[in-house]
């Protein structure tokens, strides 16, 4: 039995003319938001005032959409300029791994974000004590977000390790068409000549702890949140409170919505054009729409990135 050493991605589109036209919106698409994370970043880095836990974790989170849209778009971007769409076996499994590691950790990430408001709003007394007030500082606690952060990545790359493993028991022999614009587990199952039944349940039960779990926990966290928001008698108060978490749930709700489509299915559905449209949002979108989310009602972060674009010398 001939195995398959290469995948064939079949891109977004078909039709040749719309190339061009995909190959500028998405580098536009990835300029604007490795330049948007980066902003984000240089922003919380040089303000004293942003060098609490939450920044932390927005910081990281810029990082991480860094990686999530580097992985996928310029690989997809380089195969548009040579009109080769063909992917070595290799290549693919190592996007699948570095793509499922950053997701992952986003899974984690965003749940030590809503724990961290729950701390801070309904907690308040013992939040410097449970949560490192000063980042730099206090970084061997237990529950301080360096801990958190390092316990997101070994999580993420248990699981992304795992899948990959899994993968190379599989057999390929053809055909090698992949329609996508990246590798993925649900599309190359669909490629597979021998079973892959283990491969589904490790997808479903993994994808259960990777995103069923934290949402539960991120839906306990607000419910808490809410209920100890209600209850601050200052009106502007409660709305910095509100925005604050209103930027977190809506970044929550775009990255777990497509995510629980894409993966929480059991391979029982062809590759179609509702997965490119997934796979946009997760590789593309989210990541280019996070840094306007965290900054559209945040004075301040609005007036660190000012200071960072604009220089602190024409600002004294």
């Known amino acids: 039995m ?5 995948f064939i991605l079949l891109g977004l589109v078909e039709t040749p003319e719309l190339l061009p036209l995909v190959f500028v919106l998405f ?11 980066l902003s984000i970043l240089a922003a919380i880095l040089v303000e004293p005032k ?21 992985v996928t ?20 499994l190592t996007q699948l791994f570095f793509f499922h590691l950053l997701v992952g950790v986003d899974c984690f990430l965003l749940t030590a974000m809503a724990y961290d408001r729950f701390l801070a709003i309904c907690r308040p007394l013992t939040y410097s004590a449970r949560m490192s007030q000063m980042v730099q500082k206090h970084p061997h606690e237990p529950f301080s977000p360096w801990i958190l952060v390092a316990v997101s990545w070994a999580c993420a790359l248990t699981n992304a390790l795992i899948h990959t493993i899994a993968l190379t028991t599989l057999n390929f022999c053809g055909p090698n068409e992949v329609n996508h614009f990246y590798c993925d587990l649900p599309q190359l199952f669909q490629l597979s000549c021998s079973s892959t039944q283990i491969n589904e349940l490790l997808l479903f039960g993994l994808g259960f702890l990777m995103t069923g779990l934290p949402v539960v926990l991120i839906i306990t966290s607000y419910i ?4 100890a928001v209600l209850q ?17 749930l809506t970044v929550v709700c775009l990255f777990y919505g497509t ?5 929480m299915r059991l391979g029982t559905e062809e590759a179609s054009d509702k997965d490119k449209g997934v796979g946009i949002f997760n590789t593309v979108i989210n990541p280019m729409l996070n840094p306007l989310i965290y900054s559209l009602r945040n004075p301040d972060v609005q007036g660190a990135l000012w200071r960072v674009l604009v220089g602190r010398r024409l600002l004294t």
């Open 73 to 92: 778009v310029p690989s997809m971007l380089s195969r548009l300029l040579s009109h080769k769409r063909a992917v070595p076996y290799g290549a693919c």
């Open 50 to 70: 942003l060098h609490t836990p939450m920044y932390f974790f927005l910081g990281n989170l810029s990082v991480l959409d860094v990686g999530c849209i580097t």
């Open 27 to 37: 580098l536009f698409a990835y300029l604007l938001t490795v330049g948007g994370n």
């Open 259 to 263: 995510g629980i489509f894409n993966y």
């Open 2 to 6: 001939e195995h398959v050493t290469e």
């Open 232 to 248: 601050i008698r200052s009106v502007e108060g409660r709305k910095k409170a509100f925005f604050t978490c209103g930027s977190h």
């Open 224 to 227: 808490h949140v809410a209920a």
